[in-house]
């Protein structure tokens, strides 16, 4: 306890390290080990050595069409090949090191590396003379199959296929890039082509020479002799209805090496006219594009005749593919520069670096999700509507119940006027009384002021009594909404039986109340439920008034009934009601009495339903009806 | 206002408590004896002959009512004057009530002078009914110690009929007709026909023969 409170930061520090060290090498031995038990479980089941190919290029890596390229390439041969592909990539970096001391060291290099390694296809990416990277597989390993990509207007030998080698020759599509180029600027009269000065430049230069000849009215110049340096200024200085077509300048006049994207990228911004290029990694240096050579296409193309050969199809049995057809493609940015109309594109033109639109990215999930809220929304309005009218439909009830309630009970009340103003003279008699007698005391010499005292809080309490009939009388003659609270049916009855408590001496009935102890309270409304019960207790009334039978009874019943319920009965000892009649004893203007409105069983029904209950009349077995109504028990308060 | 019975009893039978102790109290100061019922069976129970007063009572009572607590005094040896004291009535009650002799039918709202004047009233009733049914009793008494053969002649006599015809009929001799006769107005105390006839009337008698 004490060392450990005696402890110095230091310490904890230094110790801390050292934990974080012993950590870190337990973290990389574990990663090791990770890596070299995931390598095993991957490499196990594979049953064949994956296949192996190199790829030659005879530029640097990055030049940018040969990056293009090659992604292609991978990625395409990945899709077709269910085994693992082991791919190595060599560059010969031709224009930078163009000495055949480089080249011999490059080739003894490649000899030395892969003499071992059971190569299964060479790819080469000869850019300017076929030989330099397609000579070398053969004087390396003659044995291994040979498939070539090349862009430009290299010359292919013309025995190739005997040795083994098969490929892709895709040319410039100067035809196209010329017809795209005149078709977006249709008031062009001047191009200006800008190329360099290596054979494969002069030949493409020459090609370029042959299609501007078939066209009339524009002139071409071709800026050959000078700089590469100068030209974003001169470039810079043409005047409109002049465009610019970017050949190849492999090599310039000062024997600078620029690759395609290098070029486009030092002239097309700071050219004063459209410039048009035939490569499709050049687009986004600021060209506006052409029906360029797609690295994507080419690369697919090469991958599946890489994939063929791999399969054993021997590549001189496949022949040279020759294509010079193009792909239209533009840069979106460039055609807002020049202001030209996407409508004026052609059908097939691929358009590059068009800021996606929310709309174009995810148009599906638009769609299903617009599709999704409008079904919703649909939905929605439907419930809605439903509801409204549902809502309508209920408050029109509702409103109609509350009507009936109080017609109802304006007529019940009709009935008992009688036995409310009794009830009310009562308290207002006894005060009356009592006044009077206090000023016959006050007449007395010495006025017993005790008799005094006595009678004013007799008349007090009959004041608050008469009040209390008032409120009563009040309530039961509101035009009311139903409220729903805990209410004792016990002292509900009482209270009910003591308003008609009058009225049924004067009929000379006997009013007998049973009210179970422990009786569950019910949810409800105190003022229907009185109404409720009032309604049938004077219809029991009047059944055994009206019958002349020697006893007159109605006994007012309340137990427990089976299930969460209350149950309430009254009796009477009246002649009953016709079996055929007990149906429709609740139906609003069914009535019995001459001078009944018929709506008192009709109300009372809607009322015990109103508060979840049923009710239900039946005959007694030796004489007289019983009506009976349930109520659900209140939750009981844990 | 006092009457001069004074010694007399003002019942007051209602099944509320409270106006029953209020009425009381007001008939008390007033300067009335005062007895309280809270029903209408405790004040008949200890209902006698010798009781003398009047009834102030409820028309509508749990239990027995205002109406037969009317009726059963009525039948009663000793009908003392009702009056009636309701919270309210309808025609048809208040017509029954009164022409069961009711002394007077008043709400509970009347003001005092009005209860007071009716119980005044019935008290006096009932000092006047009470001699009446005395003297009546009295008369009764009288008649009472007449013989079966001195009714019969009275009978006669009531209706006018001649000594002679009164003997014809009875089969009986003229100076026996003149006897009972004598013995009647004796007993009697009454000094001529007119006074009998009148006497004869008061009691009750004969009325139905006279009738027929």
Request: proline share 6%; net charge positive.
């Given at each position: 306890m004490l060392r450990s409170l005696n402890y110095s930061p230091n310490r904890f520090l230094r110790s801390s390290w050292r934990a974080r060290m012993i950590f870190l090498v337990i973290l990389a031995l574990t990663i090791s080990g990770l890596r070299t038990a995931m390598t095993q479980t991957v490499v196990k089941p594979e049953a064949a050595r994956p296949k192996r190919i190199l790829m030659l290029f005879s530029e640097s890596k990055d030049v940018p069409g040969n990056i293009a390229l090659e992604q292609a390439v991978r990625s395409e041969m990945r899709k077709l090949s269910p085994n693992r592909l082991e791919f190595f990539s060599e560059h010969l970096d031709a224009s930078h090191f163009s000495d055949q001391a480089h080249y011999q060291f490059f080739k003894d290099y490649l000899g030395k590396k892969y003499a071992g390694q059971n190569l299964d296809l060479i790819m080469a990416f000869p850019s300017r003379d076929y030989t330099l990277a397609g000579a070398l597989p053969d004087a390396l390993f003659p044995d291994v199959p040979v498939v070539f990509i090349a862009v430009n207007e290299l010359e292919v030998p013309y025995n190739i296929s005997k040795l083994g080698v098969t490929g892709i020759v895709q040319r410039f599509d100067i035809r196209g890039t010329l017809g795209l180029m005149l078709h977006l600027q249709p008031d062009t009269h001047r191009v200006v082509v800008i190329g360099g000065t290596t054979e494969v430049d002069r030949a493409t230069l020459g090609r370029i020479h042959e299609e501007a000849s078939a066209l009339e009215g524009v002139e071409f110049d071709f800026w050959t002799n000078r700089?590469?340096?100068?030209?974003?200024?001169?470039?810079?200085?043409?005047?409109?209805?002049?465009?610019?077509?970017?050949?190849?300048?492999?090599?310039?006049?000062?024997?600078?090496?620029?690759?395609?994207?290098?070029?486009?990228?030092?002239?097309?911004?700071?050219?004063?006219?459209?410039?048009?290029?035939?490569?499709?990694?050049?687009?986004?240096?600021?060209?506006?594009?052409?029906?360029?050579v797609d690295s994507e296409d080419l690369g697919a193309r090469g991958g599946q005749l890489a994939w063929r050969v791999l399969g054993g199809i021997k590549p001189e049995n496949l022949p040279i593919e020759m294509a010079t057809k193009g792909t239209p493609m533009v840069d979106w940015q460039a055609l807002k520069r020049w202001h030209i109309s996407e409508r004026r594109l052609p059908a097939d033109c691929i358009v590059r670096f068009r800021p996606v639109t929310m709309w174009e990215e995810h148009r599906k999930i638009i769609l299903s999700s617009l599709a999704v809220f409008l079904?919703?929304?649909?939905?929605?309005?439907?419930?809605?509507?439903?509801?409204?009218?549902?809502?309508?439909?209920?408050?029109?009830?509702?409103?109609?119940?509350?009507?009936?309630?109080?017609?109802?009970?304006?007529?019940?009340?009709?009935?008992?006027?009688?036995?409310?103003?009794?009830?009310?003279?009562q308290p207002l008699g006894a005060i009356l009384r009592n006044t009077e007698a206090a000023e016959l005391f006050l007449k007395n010499d010495t006025p017993d002021l005790a008799e005094i005292r006595a009678i004013l809080a007799d008349i007090r309490k009959d004041d608050q009594r008469a009040g209390t009939v008032i409120d009563r009388m009040r309530s039961l003659l509101k035009r009311r909404e139903l409220e729903s609270n805990p209410v004792d049916l016990g002292e509900l009855i009482e209270e009910t039986v003591a308003v008609a408590w009058s009225d049924a001496a004067a009929r000379r009935v006997t009013l007998t109340m049973q009210v179970s102890a422990n009786l569950p309270l019910v949810l409800g409304d105190r003022v229907h439920l009185q109404q409720v019960l009032l309604n049938l207790i004077l219809n029991g009334m009047d059944a055994v008034a009206d019958g002349g039978q020697a006893e007159r009874m109605v006994v007012i019943q309340a137990a427990a009934g089976t299930g969460e319920n209350v149950e309430v009965a009254v009796s009477d000892t009246g002649t009953g009601i016709p079996a055929d009649k007990l149906k429709s004893l609740f139906e609003p203007f069914f009535t019995t009495k001459p001078n009944g409105l018929g709506m008192g069983l009709a109300i009372s029904r809607t009322l015990v339903e109103a508060h979840g209950g049923k009710i239900w009349a039946e005959n007694n077995a030796d004489r007289g009806a019983t009506f009976k109504f349930t109520l659900p028990a209140a939750p009981r308060e844990s | 206002m006092i009457p001069s019975a004074i010694t007399d009893t003002v019942f007051v039978v209602d099944d509320d408590a409270s106006f029953l102790k209020s009425a009381s109290r007001l008939l008390r100061a007033a300067g009335y004896t005062v007895k309280a019922f809270e029903s209408a069976s405790a004040f008949l129970g200890q209902l006698t002959t010798e009781t003398s007063g009047c009834v102030v009572t409820d028309l509508q009572m749990s239990g027995c009512n205002g109406l037969e607590l009317q009726a059963a005094l009525a039948r009663s040896d000793n009908p003392l004057p009702v009056v009636f004291l309701s919270a309210q009535g309808d025609i048809p009650t208040t017509v029954k009530a009164m022409r069961q002799g009711a002394e007077d039918f008043l709400t509970k709202l009347s003001p005092k002078e009005k209860l007071l004047e009716a119980v005044n009233r019935a008290l006096a009733r009932n000092a006047l009914e009470r001699t009446q049914r005395e003297q009546l009793r009295d008369l009764r008494e009288r008649f009472a110690t007449l013989s079966p053969r001195e009714l019969e002649v009275l009978s006669h006599v009531v209706r006018g009929k001649m000594n002679k015809e009164i003997a014809g009929e009875l089969g009986i001799n003229l100076r026996t007709v003149k006897l009972h006769r004598t013995n009647l107005t004796r007993r009697l105390q009454v000094h001529s026909v007119a006074e009998l006839t009148r006497l004869v009337e008061a009691v009750g008698l004969f009325k139905a023969e006279r009738t027929t």
């Open positions: 700089p590469v340096a100068e030209m974003p200024a001169a470039v810079g200085a043409l005047p409109p209805g002049t465009v610019v077509l970017l050949s190849t300048v492999l090599r310039d006049v000062t024997g600078q090496t620029y690759f395609m994207s290098q070029l486009a990228q030092m002239l097309a911004p700071p050219a004063h006219v459209p410039v048009f290029v035939m490569g499709g990694w050049v687009l986004g240096s600021g060209a506006v594009g052409g029906s360029v079904a919703q929304a649909v939905t929605i309005a439907g419930l809605l509507a439903q509801r409204k009218h549902r809502r309508r439909a209920e408050a029109e009830i509702s409103r109609q119940r509350t009507e009936l309630a109080h017609v109802s009970r304006v007529s019940t009340m009709g009935q008992l006027a009688s036995a409310l103003a009794h009830e009310l003279s | -």
